[in-house]
């Protein structure tokens, strides 16, 4: 199956810095999404981005499929992003299946 | 509008015994997953469903059974509970039709601890 690389794996910012965080694939890229796990664990789907760029507030993000990359953009930081940030594609690369998971950025804002 | 609900929260089980974990989702979703996380690691991918009455095999699907009798349920269980199934389970549905259909919506977790 497709393997997911995210880096960095750990990340410490002080409140209203700004930070990229990237994911590689191995294989194509059709159907790729964020994901921000909060401290309390739940799973917050981010963006829908399987090409591209998308933006949601201080948040945007960008695809290149050709290339098997996506970058998650975070633009001034808040106490309240905290958390560990996963990207995620198909299981099969665009199949009936479920997501395969990087290991996520562990991401810590500081006030 | 509750999304994608599981039960129970925290569970704490001997090796050996036996325990099912329910999702339930109220957005009519086709597809249904069950993912575990361990730490430092993304989610795994343990079984899922692409609709009433059948299911498929993930990433990681052994020591586990699931069935999905009701479209909007889809049950984990573990018949004879051991440690290295201590994990964090987390249950997701995705609607599959249209532009957006992979977008999975997850559920708030199961946190299980197997002594």
């Known amino acids: 199956g497709i393997q997911v690389e995210q880096s960095p794996p750990d990340l410490i910012l002080q409140e209203g810095a700004n930070s990229t965080l990237r994911c590689n694939f191995s294989?194509?890229?059709?159907?790729l999404q964020w994901f921000h796990q909060n401290p309390w664990g739940q799973l917050i789907n981010l963006f829908y981005?399987?090409?591209g760029t998308k933006q949601n507030g201080r948040l945007s993000a960008t695809t290149v499929a050709t290339e098997r990359y996506s970058l998650l953009y975070i633009s001034s930081s808040q106490t309240t992003d905290s958390g560990v940030y996963f990207c995620a594609e198909p299981y099969s690369g665009g199949g009936a299946d479920g997501l395969t998971f990087g290991k996520g950025t562990h991401l810590i804002i500081q006030p | 509008n509750a999304g994608v609900t599981q039960t129970p929260k925290f569970r704490v089980l001997k090796t050996g015994q036996s325990m099912t974990l329910l999702c339930a989702q109220d957005m009519n979703h086709e597809y249904m997953y069950w993912y575990r996380q361990d730490p430092g690691m993304g989610l795994r991918l343990i079984h899922y469903s692409v609709g009433e009455g059948t299911t498929a095999k993930g990433e990681v699907p052994d020591g586990y059974n699931v069935s999905r009798l009701k479209k909007q349920n889809f049950l984990l269980g573990l018949e004879s509970a051991a440690p290295s199934q201590t994990s964090v389970y987390f249950c997701?549905?995705?609607?599959?039709?249209?532009?957006?259909?992979?977008?999975?919506?997850f559920g708030a977790g199961t946190r299980l601890s197997v002594l």
């Open positions: 997701a549905s995705s609607y599959r039709r249209g532009p957006r259909g992979y977008i999975q919506y």
């Open positions: 981005i399987p090409s």
């Open positions: 294989d194509s890229v059709n159907n």
